[in-house]
């Protein structure tokens, strides 16, 4: 009977344990991933950060090959998103985990002899969560409360670098597979790992950090840009402010010369000194496209781009003054659009623009069409000799799109490039609850 007591404490303190470092693992994860909608993916996630906590990994065990592919098709089946972030993140907390487990399952045994050999297996269950916990709790004060976000160029880089800590892990792990048939073998493995493990926790550690440094990066400069094309927009107004001070100033000589051609009996004259006076930046009045500055920014310093290349805009926004989308995706969102239809449009012969943008009955849209100067790909990737500058205007709005839990859809129709995007926007009670 006290067997079976005994047995079963063991097994309900390992579960215990399990579920611990799962938590850990969990709260370090979320922060860097966004998690498909539903109670059922965010189980799946925690169950699978929780069972691989659990694997025992010895350094020449094959363990860790069997654990790999599980953990990266329940992690990815767990999370939506850019699959490029989502694979660097899924490479980060393998490292991370694998590198702990390893390094407690290996090693604890040699530090106690073989008076801690007989609870090797309770101490190793028990320092799992201690170490995880720590991580968390170490850093849980720079973990940002929203999901962190990242340009499809910057997730490339850090998959690039997160490829280091993995194929250090793996060739310890895997390549010393003879350990059990020679001493040297053992020996070298057992050095090997002294080094490795604990290199491949700290660069996994250092990443996460990386990533939230790329984020903070990437925020600063959509902001910066913003405030650009805000500045460009308030320096038109200025200046239009500045030509309706002249021509206000000048109208009693413009009257004056007007009348004199009158009565002069010059009226070709008349008409021609009227035209001059109503192409006056002053006389066009001040753009005004929709309610929300931001959007107004934006739209204007494009529309201002479009009549210096002679495009035939057709502009249709009705945006509130608040909208519940930030300021820099709305930005990007209409900018790189815009920036999409003018490059598209090159080259062609009559060069037309058409913009639609609503935010009504839960839902914003977002539509511009623009003729076809030119052959389009059928991935969408820019055709300019120049691609590490160019062409991530449509992966960075479908991510702005996925986060927002909306969709993006891109393509020619009709002859034409078009360009739909459709955010569903919280209502006034799901915002004053959050």
Known sequence: MWDVLWKSCLYFGYFLTVAASGFSLYKLCTPFVRLRRGRFWKA?????????????????????????????ALFFLATRGDWV?????????????????????????????????RWYDVVTRLARPLVFGGLWLALRRRLPRETVTLSHRLWKLVLGLAAMPLCALAAVVLLTFQKY???????????????????ALLTSVVLLFAILILADHERLENAQRLAGLREVYYQGLRQQETQVRRLRHDLKNHLAVLQGLLEADEPDKTLAYLR????????????????????NAVLSAKAEDMEREEIAGEFAVSLP?????????????????????????????????TVRCKADKGLFMLRVANTLGGAVRPDLATTKADKTAHGFGIPGMREIAERY????????????????????LPRQEDREQK
Request: hydrophobic letters at 50%.
């Open 44 to 72: 799946l996630l925690f169950l699978t950060l929780a069972g691989t906590s659990g694997m025992v990994i010895w350094i020449g065990d094959s363990n860790l090959l069997y654990t790999l592919p599980v953990f990266f």
């Open 85 to 117: 972030g989502r694979l660097a993140v899924c490479v980060i907390l393998f490292c991370l985990e694998m590198s702990v487990c390893a390094f407690l399952d290996s090693y604890l045994q040699l530090l106690g002899g073989d008076d801690l050999y």
């Open 181 to 199: 048939e020679s001493e040297a073998v053992n020996a070298l493995a057992l050095n090997q790992g002294l080094v490795v493990l604990p290199f």
């Open 276 to 295: 001059q006076m109503s192409d006056s930046p002053a006389l066009r009045g001040t753009q005004r496209i929709c309610e929300n500055e931001a959007a």
């Open 321 to 353: 003054a608040e909208l519940p989308v930030a300021d820099m995706d709305l930005c990007a969102l209409l900018g790189n659009a815009l920036d999409n239809a003018i490059e598209g449009s090159r080259g062609g012969g009559a060069r037309e623009v």
């Open 405 to 424: 839990g909306g969709s993006l859809d891109a393509g020619v129709r009709d002859g034409r490039f078009e360009l739909v995007v459709c955010l569903p």
